[in-house]
């Protein structure tokens, strides 16, 4: 981000932390239990997921051409190329034989052979040899290949579609939050590895405890609100997607500075919400990437988190250090965050009460509802009323 608006968001978060208050929605909000446990609304999420780029990854997970890896998204095992012309592509990671999963993992790759029965395929997804060929007269080897998915790098991140007619415009998807993102470099700080919580929340409720810092004083008393501020955020949208600033404690030392001389980003946090299920959250010290998914039923979710860093991994212990940051953010998240809205979904379910509040100092997750609600409603016409 340029410095000039760094400044500018330092200063807002400063007046906001010294007035003690925060950026304030126009109105309360609310929106019906159902919204979290109604089988018709998962199938609308997924389909609403379903339509839209997905972000699955650091640009830096394929460094080299040669590189690969392998994704999870809904479900559905993904696998990434970077191949010889330096492009990114992606394939359904189903073997063409009995649809084995033909990688597991990350690494370097020319050719893949699949673990069941060695059907061979190369880096474009080509399938290039079947042992015992005659047992296969009706397959086309050099024709035939793994299913290929539009895949795209863009603004520093790994971009699929698991709809091929939906396409992948990501420029248009980011809009004008595209250069800031890229800017970050988060992308591509080295990667720390995926982390993944299976967890028996709705996807949305997941998505909502990284929407406002309100709660830092009671559920992070001795975790983050030893370092931030809490109920104090700096709030833009940016079409379907926003942005929250948390200060950091110790912002208004800042007061006694002149702002040439501010280092702004020491005392704060970014937070991303990406339309529809993608969460960053980038510090001085590391990119977190959250890719949140609908699971199986309205009240289950899948999270696989993930983790940069600019520093240089190739020493041990700086290595170490990372990990150490990495398994505290996690920890943090499962065991407070996840941990207390677990019990809330067990609320929503037994129906007991019909809607929730969101306050005028909830401006983030005001939006992230009413950004889901509006492209429900592009999707399903019908849902216009
Ligand atoms: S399932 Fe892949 S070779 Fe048989
Ligand atoms: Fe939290």
Redesign the pocket.
Known sequence: MERDQLVDLTRRALKLARDKTTDLAPAEHTVGADDYTSPERHRLDQAMLLASPQLVGYVSELPTPGSYCTKTVMGRSILLTRTADGAVKAFDNV?L????Q?VTGCGTAKRFS?P????TYDNTGRLVAIPGREGFPGVAVKSAGLTELPAAEFAGFLWVALDPAAGLDVAAHLGELADELDSWGIGRWSPLGEKVLDTPINWKLAVDTFAENYHFATVHRQTFATIARSNCTVFDAFGPHHRLVFPLNGILELEDIPEEDWDPFKYMVVIYALFPNIVLSVTIANGELFRIYPADRPGRSITVHQNSTPLDVSDESVAAGAQAVFDYAHATVRDEDYRLVAALQTNLESGARERLLFGRNEPGLQHRHLAWDAALRRLIPSRAE
């Open positions: 073997c034989h009995r649809q084995s033909v699949c069941y029965h060695a059907w």
